[in-house]
């Protein structure tokens, strides 16, 4: 079983920036690929960030060029680096990891879940 705890939400102005943590119990998506999903109200959860087991990464349209997903093997943990926040971007965030190489393969009923994380864009 994995556990992940997710850290770095809250309150940010447009424009600004942000950069979301998960840390994870074990070392298992040093092996798999990892995302990060997000979901705002009245809307289905989205993937916006996936990086495979070799490095490829995937961006939803609407992230691409402002959010970067990466990870810290040695530390069990991945980020989302949020820049360039506009109110659109309001959700919250969860990631996400499973026992798949790509994440093509991601299945949203399967693998295992931060509790997730409110990131609310305002002035």
């Known amino acids: 079983q994995v556990q992940l705890v997710e850290s770095g939400g809250g309150l940010v102005q447009p424009g600004g920036s942000l950069r979301l943590s998960c840390a994870a119990s074990?070392?298992?998506?040093?092996?798999?690929?990892i995302g990060w999903y997000r979901q705002a109200p009245g809307k289905q959860r989205e993937l916006v960030a996936g990086?495979?087991?070799?490095?490829?990464?995937h961006y939803a349209d609407s992230v691409k060029d402002r959010f970067t997903i990466f990870r810290d093997n040695a530390k069990s943990k991945m980020y989302l680096q949020i820049n360039s926040l506009n109110p659109e971007d309001t959700a919250v965030y969860y990631c996400y990891t499973g026992p798949v190489l790509d994440y093509r393969d991601f299945d949203v009923h399967s693998g295992f879940w931060g509790q997730g994380i409110q990131v609310t864009v305002s002035s």
């Open positions: 074990g070392s298992i998506f040093s092996i798999y690929a």
């Open positions: 990086m495979a087991s070799d490095g490829r990464t």
